[in-house]
């Protein structure tokens, strides 16, 4: 009965890879987020979704590629993996948009980059 | 630019002792700010909204648009408490930006 689940937890790769991290909420809430935590523990939104459309998108380089295939999933497409893009990604999901709407979060993929 | 500062990496307090957690924002506007907790082992998660002026498991926070702060207190710590706490503002639909995060210890 996970609300927010990511998969892999772990992701170990080689620089130059393309990886995807998968996210789906079964809480029935309409807008999704990516955010990318770096070293220094900073967590910086990416991009976020509402039903289905990219509604914030954040400087992130073209590499990075959202799909929402329906409003439940966003999966998060890498490629070119760099050394810069090792850290912890973590996906959320809210019941709408407008900030007073509570973020549920996903528990994390931790990224490492060779 | 950063929006969101708390200085403190690691804040170590003993059982029973005042706690404070600093947030620092930049936002000319009126933002929203939020305090998220993760403890041990478990996802972040919402702690408390300023909009809702409520107290959550004895914490508190006042948003002082002069010092531009909303910090986190609470009167007398538990060793429950002991968890990663983040900051957090918004002010646009959903762009939250999170604060690098403050490490609470409290000690037996």
């Known amino acids: 009965d996970t609300a927010v689940s990511q998969t892999p937890k772990y992701l170990v790769t080689q620089m130059g890879n393309d990886k995807s991290i998968k996210c789906e909420q079964n809480?029935?809430?309409?807008?999704m987020y990516w955010y990318k935590q770096d070293s220094k523990k900073f967590l910086k939104i990416m991009f976020s979704?509402?039903?289905?459309?990219?509604?914030i998108n954040e400087t992130v380089p073209n590499r990075f590629s959202p799909k929402s295939p329906d409003k439940a999933h966003l999966n998060l497409h890498i490629n070119s993996l760099e050394l810069g893009d090792s850290a912890v990604y973590f996906c959320?999901?809210?019941?709408?948009?407008?900030?007073?709407?509570?973020?549920?979060f996903g528990p994390g993929t931790r990224l490492t980059v060779l | 630019a950063q929006r969101v500062t708390q200085p403190e990496k690691l804040l170590s307090v003993f059982k029973g002792a005042p706690v404070e957690l600093k947030c620092n924002y930049s936002?000319?506007?009126?933002?929203?700010l939020f305090w998220y907790v993760q403890y041990s082992r478990q996802r972040l998660q919402l702690l408390l909204r300023?909009?809702s002026r409520e107290s959550i498991k004895g914490f508190t926070a006042d948003l002082n648009k002069g010092e531009t702060s909303f910090h986190l207190k609470k009167p007398f710590a538990q060793e429950e408490d002991s968890a990663m706490y983040y900051c957090?503002?918004?002010?646009?639909?959903?762009?939250?930006?999170f604060g690098s995060g403050t490490k609470l210890n409290v000690k037996p």
């Open positions: 959320a999901s809210s019941y709408g948009q407008g900030s007073y709407n509570e973020q549920f």
């Open positions: 809480l029935g809430h309409d807008t």
């Open positions: 979704y509402n039903n289905k459309e990219l509604i």
């Open positions: 936002y000319s506007g009126s933002p929203e």
């Open positions: 300023h909009i």
């Open positions: 957090a503002l918004s002010h646009n639909f959903n762009k939250f930006y």
